[in-house]
Structure formats: structure tokens, C-alpha cells
T-cell receptor, first 111, second 113 residues
Framework: ETGVTQSPTHLIKTRGQQVTLRCSSQ?????VSWYQQALGQGPQFIFQ???????GRGNFPPRFSGLQFPNYSSELNVNALELDDSALYLC??????????FGPGTRLTVL | GESVGLHLPTLSVQEGDNSIINCAYS??????FIWYKQESGKGPQFIID?????DKRQGQRVTVLLNKTVKHLSLQIAATQPGDSAVYFC????????????FGSGTRLLVRP
């Protein structure tokens, strides 16, 4: 167990809806990164938050947005859901070192 | 562009044998590499890492080799056990301000009893 928790574990939405996924970082970690993992593929970097500010973004459209709170927990918001957004969403927390600790993920299904 | 790829999508080994999982990367500016293990229904689990100023690093039953000349990374698992069955990813990290990880598509390791 890494100490990183995510909620919910599973979620089903329909096309066009909005979704919010949550992540609690490991104690002492001030950085949270979000990744999208499609079935059978490696995780793809969405963005990273450091001390409540976005600190790097991958190749994802603006309808993917996030927040980090003073306790370093984080949210990932996706608007106008598309079928291709169906994936496992992973968050990872880290501190001053590069090592990122992943949570178990949220499985999102868009119908 | 940047990419991290793997040579074999599936590797099947006999329990007790050694396993070697390979990975190629294309960005010579990458300076940090990590191997992750992902079991079904779980997030990636850190196995071992290596920085670009090293060519070998050993852990418990695992060894990572880095060949910067040919941009190749490998993970060696000694005395493979059934619990090693999982998907293994290599990931590339550039130590810039974002610590973005670039993952390959993964190799599935199957351990035969």
C-alpha cells in the first residue's frame, strides 16, 4: 500500500456529462500527478499540481482540469465526457524526490 | 518526439528462471528511468529506478541496466516467482520542474509453475 487513496473506485457516466475524481496524497507529499490509462496501454500524463498550482500538463484538452487543496489532496474534473475518456485514472503523489507513489485508480466508463 | 517502448508485449517464464524485460527510449535528454509493476486492479508499484549517470543498479532480486549508447533499459528478475506475474512498465522522467513520467505500453510477465 502506498498511502495514496482515490475515490470513487468505479464510475459510470454518459456522454456529455461531467465527472470529478478525487485523490488523497501520501502524508508529507506536496505534489500530485494525474494519469490516464486506457485498457492495455501505459499511463499517459495529464497534469501535475505542486502546492496548489498546475506544474506541467500533458497533451489533454482544456476540458480536463484539476485542483489541489491546502492539504495537498487533489481533484480531476472532466467536462463534456466522450466515449474515449473511458479509462483508469491514476493519481500519484511525490515529494522532493522523483519517486511517485500511485493510488489504485478510478475506473471510469463512459456510455 | 519522446517515446518509451518495449520490445515484447508478453513474456512467459518458468518459475525459478530469470526474467529479462527490455525497453527502448528515444530521448537522449532523459535522465531518470523507473520500472513499475502493475497487478490487475491496482496502480503501478515502484520497483527500481536508475539515473543516467549510472549503468547498473541492483535491488532485491531485481537489477536494472541502462545502456545510454543504444538508449536501452532492461529489468532483470532473478528466480522468478508466481507473485511476479504482472504487467511491467518502464518510464522515463526528465528532471525538469514537472517530473512528468512517460510510460511505455508494458510487458506482461507470465510465470509458469
Amino acid at each position: 500500500e502506498t498511502g495514496v487513496t482515490q475515490s470513487p473506485t468505479h464510475l459510470i457516466k454518459t456522454r456529455g456529462q461531467q465527472v470529478t475524481l478525487r485523490c488523497s496524497s501520501q502524508s508529507g507529499h506536496n505534489t500530485v500527478s494525474w494519469y490516464q490509462q486506457a485498457l492495455g496501454q501505459g499511463p499517459q500524463f495529464i497534469f501535475q499540481y505542486y502546492r496548489e498550482e498546475e506544474n506541467g500538463r500533458g497533451n489533454f484538452p482544456p476540458r480536463f482540469s484539476g485542483l489541489q487543496f491546502p492539504n495537498y489532496s487533489s481533484e480531476l474534473n472532466v467536462n463534456a465526457l466522450e466515449l474515449d475518456d473511458s479509462a483508469l485514472y491514476l493519481c500519484a503523489s511525490s515529494s522532493v524526490s522523483n519517486e511517485q507513489f500511485f493510488g489504485p485508480g478510478t475506473r471510469l466508463t463512459v456510455l | 518526439g519522446e517515446s518509451v517502448g518495449l520490445h515484447l508485449p508478453t513474456l512467459s517464464v518458468q518459475e525459478g528462471d530469470n526474467s529479462i524485460i527490455n525497453c527502448a527510449y528515444s530521448n537522449s535528454a532523459s535522465d531518470y528511468f523507473i520500472w513499475y509493476k502493475q497487478e490487475s486492479g491496482k496502480g503501478p508499484q515502484f520497483i527500481i529506478d536508475i539515473r543516467s549517470n549510472m549503468d547498473k543498479r541492483q535491488g532485491q532480486r531485481v537489477t536494472v541496466l541502462l545502456n545510454k549508447t543504444v538508449k536501452h533499459l532492461s529489468l532483470q528478475i532473478a528466480a522468478t516467482q508466481p507473485g511476479d506475474s504482472a504487467v511491467y512498465f518502464c518510464a522515463e522522467n526528465k528532471e525538469d520542474s514537472s517530473y512528468k513520467l512517460i510510460f511505455g505500453s508494458g510487458t506482461r510477465l507470465l510465470v509458469r509453475p
